[in-house]
């Protein structure tokens, strides 16, 4: 794009990057969320990092997110991968994975030239009104969902590290079992881990990854193998939907590329409005 200047973001640069984030509200919500709550100045502090940014005249029109884990975000339709190099440049730390609108994280890829990875992804990317979810009703009074507690974590540790190995393709390693530990641990101190009970026992995990305003991301859902086929998945991303719209929320977003998984979102309600990439490299 003629006159377009790359440069990493700067305190005072917020209000042009949350407008132009939120033309493209859905499918960035990682950002939104971590612009929000870690700001743009990045100490390797959890929902920090390092930001470079597209900008047109005053206008941002392009967004790259180095975070404190090592992903990159993106919300770049043009200049992806001139915005991740210039954001993995400046924060120093290591590259693990692109995530972004499809297209985009494919530029990126390609852009920083095409290291090897262990996953490439094209997920579809789901969104929800909340007051037009489809029930479920319950299957029984013996289900309730509720936010996950530190008493909780030692389940949802081990809970948390398959998920990254299933769904994720992260290696059985101690550096996975160290990211899930992270992750895990961030999300329950944060609020945004919840618990679907079936006579008192923990049979299902999902997570809010992400809030921006009235929107929030669903993440992380996790039943255990042995306690699949039961409706356990979508009982508890409804429940933590029913949740967020008490406290104001009126949309939710998601991704996934596992047709059952698929099927259990719309039958909630969910429609695909996109595709959504995630690319992780190996160590």
């Not at 809970?159 to 899930?180: H, I, K, Q, V």
């Not at 329950?188 to 921006?212: H, Q, S």
Request: charged letters at 20%; hydrophobic letters at 40%; proline letters at 5%.
């Amino acid at each position: 794009m003629s006159g377009t200047t790359i440069r990493l973001a700067r305190p005072g640069d917020e209000a042009a990057l949350q407008a132009f984030l939120a033309r493209h509200a859905d499918s960035s919500l990682y950002l939104r969320y971590f612009l929000a709550k870690g700001g743009l100045v990045d100490e390797g502090k959890p929902l920090q990092g390092t930001y470079a940014a597209a900008f047109l005249g005053t206008d941002a029109v392009g967004l790259a997110m180095h975070n404190w884990q090592g992903g990159v975000f993106l919300q770049a339709p043009t200049h992806a991968a001139d915005l991740a190099s210039a954001a993995v440049d400046a924060s120093g730390r290591a590259l693990i994975a692109l995530l972004g609108p499809y297209s985009q994280v494919e530029d990126a890829h390609r852009g920083l030239g095409e290291r090897p990875a262990t996953k490439r992804a094209k997920e579809g990317l789901f969104a929800l009104g909340i007051d037009e979810m489809i029930g479920p009703a319950p299957a029984s009074t013996s289900l309730a969902c509720r936010l996950a507690r530190s008493e909780d974590l030692p389940l949802l540790l081990e809970w948390r590290f398959s998920y990254e190995m299933e769904s994720t393709g992260l290696p059985n390693n101690d550096s996975t079992r160290e990211f899930a530990k992270n992750a895990i641990e961030g999300h329950v101190a944060r609020e945004e881990a919840f618990l679907l009970e079936a006579e008192g026992e923990p049979v299902a995990l999902c997570t809010l990854t992400a809030r921006a305003f009235e929107s929030i991301q669903v993440g992380g859902v996790w039943t255990p193998p042995k306690l699949r086929n039961r409706g356990y998945s979508r009982a508890v991303v409804a429940g933590m939907l029913r949740e967020a719209a008490r406290d104001g929320v009126t949309r939710a977003v998601l991704f996934t590329e596992n047709p059952a998984a698929r099927r259990s979102y719309e039958a909630l309600g969910f429609r695909q409005i996109g595709d959504y990439g995630i690319t992780i490299y190996t160590a």
